[in-house]
């Protein structure tokens, strides 16, 4: 006879100290009930898109098989426009070929007299992409065409995963060698756009320019960086008046150098002397910083670090707020991701070996919650994040780049989007026994022994959603968390429940794919299992609930990494 695995003895004694034991090993690894109370009577502010935004540095991914497919899709999963920022637009090349971190259009070149030759057929040819699905460009103005570069040769990178990073910063990142020459271009490109695209069109892009000048990407200073914004802002306002544009990219603001120059260039708009008109200020019409994680490889284990990008979102903010005139006016952050390179595959950087399963959805559900927490805290106005994940063309399967999908199958992470894209309307109030919050996040990350459980949800006209989550830093086997979900604020009556999931078994795609023996050329039959695996997923049949006094209980058994979406509709 055993109870669980213990042997007992005829020694009472014995017997009770073992079964001691194993009752403390049993009981280790249950959590109390969490409790998760969401009253959508209580409003807290708008559930503003600000997923509704992605990035990548290749910008010729754009148009090819792979990216067009996931294009259509990002703009199947949301109902208001997405916004696309992507790197290189007017970078020369001997012809418009991807690579990683690379791309280029030939925007720009000279004739050999010095006279501008411009060309549009590639940045339309991207920009058409877009338009064409819906989605509308976060039209990123850089980097230096080699005909302008200060510094031209050499200009091409041919950088590849486990290179120095340094390598990358070439010709293309230095200043111009004539501004007026800049700025004409910047002119022409905004009025061909608009003459191609129609005034409208272009006045909802967001125009910014250049990326994290803090770092290589600038090989100027930063005055240079604010006289080249000068030259920039005031060729689109001059090719259209109406046009938004913004700056300055940054990266992550808790580190004092990139804090330093994130205020020197805010210092300037609000009080310096403009490079151009010879005025006080500049124009700018939204501000753009980055926010990072910073994953390592513990033990052979991946440990996240939330807490370091909740803490230069926190940064970020708090400089802006600091601003009387600025504080109201729209903050994209240009890249906000669990760590800083995209195109820095698993087998090179072990760090990274979260991306392709659960542990990257449940980081992205959590960490967006926290980025509307963090922006209520300071009274700023955050329009968008940008998630800086697309595809890699023609790389193997589940190489462990940060995409949202591996040759045209979606990842799990994409999933959470798809959730994101159904909460409508309102925020409204969350409450709960819960262990963490946005501040102690910021703080100290998701450590010890505790995950991190909690929700965020939303009420619309004729719809309700709850988004919860369980995630932990550490990218380990945990186990499941129950939840006793109390709704309240419901109309009485019937109302319609759709359950969807993301975990280990639901709307995941890599699980399958290791099931299959993980294949790197699986068969065409293969491909659509794995296409249908990484679709958005309900983890049980659509159920009538029936709500009295305006509340219903939903229990709920959450695997760790797991992410459920609570859709309500009457």
């Known amino acids: 006879m055993k109870i669980t695995r213990c042997r007992i003895t005829s020694f009472l004694m014995l017997n009770l100290f073992f079964a001691l034991i194993c009752f403390g090993q049993e009981t280790n690894n249950i959590y109390d009930t969490i409790s998760v109370e969401v009253d959508f009577s209580e409003e807290k502010g708008p559930m503003k898109p600000i997923w509704a935004w992605w990035g990548y540095d290749e910008p010729n991914y754009t148009y090819m098989k792979d990216g067009k497919k996931l294009l259509s899709e990002i703009a199947d999963l949301s109902s208001v426009p997405v916004y696309v920022r992507a790197h290189s637009l007017m970078v020369t090349d001997d012809g418009p070929r991807a690579a990683l971190k690379w791309g280029s259009t030939n925007m720009y070149t000279e004739d050999k007299n010095g006279n501008p030759i411009y060309s549009w057929t590639i940045v339309d040819k991207i920009f058409d992409t877009y338009i ?50 800049w700025a004409e271009l910047v002119f022409q490109w905004v009025k061909h756009s608009v003459e191609r695209y129609g005034k409208e069109e272009v006045e909802s892009w967001y125009w910014e320019l250049w990326n994290e000048p803090n ?20 060729a689109v306002k001059r090719a259209l008046p109406t046009a938004k544009i913004g700056g300055p990219e940054v990266t992550g603001p808790e580190w004092d150098v990139s ?77 906000s991701d669990p760590e800083g390179c995209a195109a820095c595959s698993e087998a090179d950087y072990p760090h990274n070996a979260y991306r392709n399963g659960t542990m990257y959805s449940s980081y ?57 894209g159904m909460m409508k309307g309102n925020r409204v109030e969350v409450t709960g026994n819960f262990d963490y919050d946005f501040k102690s996040i910021r703080d100290e990350s998701v450590r010890g022994t505790k995950p991190d459980i909690n929700a965020i949800a939303a009420k619309d006209e004729n719809t309700a959603t709850v988004m919860l989550w369980h995630y932990h830093d550490d990218n380990i086997e945990g186990t499941s968390a129950a939840i006793k979900t109390t709704l309240k604020g419901l109309p009485d009556g019937h109302v319609l429940l759709n359950h969807y999931r993301i975990d280990k078994n639901n709307s995941n795609s890599y699980e399958l794919w290791k099931k299959m023996g993980s294949p790197q050329n699986p068969t065409a039959e293969q491909i659509a299992q794995l296409e249908k695996a990484g679709q958005l997923q309900l983890l049980t049949s659509p159920k009538w609930l029936r709500i009295k006094d305006g509340q219903v209980e939903v229990p709920i058994d959450l695997p760790r990494q797991g992410v459920s979406l609570l859709q309500l509709i009457w």
Not at 138 to 167: N, T, V
Not at 390 to 415: I, S
């Open 132 to 181: 064409q699905r819906g989605l509308k460009p976060m039209a990123q103005i850089g980097f230096m065409p080699k005909a302008l570069s200060s510094s031209p040769e050499p200009y091409r990178h041919h950088w590849k995963p486990g290179a120095a990073y340094e390598d990358i910063y070439l010709g293309w990142a230095y200043p111009p060698n004539d501004y007026e020459k």
């Open 215 to 234: 770092i290589g990407y600038w090989r100027g200073t930063t005055e240079e960086y604010i006289k080249l914004y000068d030259y920039t802002a005031d």
């Open 259 to 335: 804090k330093k120059f994130f205020r020197t260039f805010l210092d300037h708009v609000v009080a310096g002397k403009n490079y151009v008109t010879g005025h006080v200020g500049s124009p700018l019409d939204f501000i753009t910083f980055h926010a990072k994680g910073d994953p390592k490889l513990v033990d052979g284990i991946v440990r996240m670090d939330m807490g370091s990008q909740l803490r230069d979102l926190d940064q970020g903010f708090e400089i802006i707020a600091s601003y009387p005139s600025l504080k109201h006016l729209p903050i994209i952050i240009g890249e």
């Open 364 to 420: 992205t559900a959590a960490s967006f919650a926290r980025k509307y927490e963090l922006a209520d805290h300071h009274g700023v106005n955050l329009l968008g994040a940008v998630t800086w994940g697309f595809e890699f063309e023609d790389q193997p399967w589940y190489a462990g780049f940060r995409d949202m999908a591996t040759n045209g199958v979606d990842k799990p992470v994409l999933n959470v989007f798809r959730m994101f």
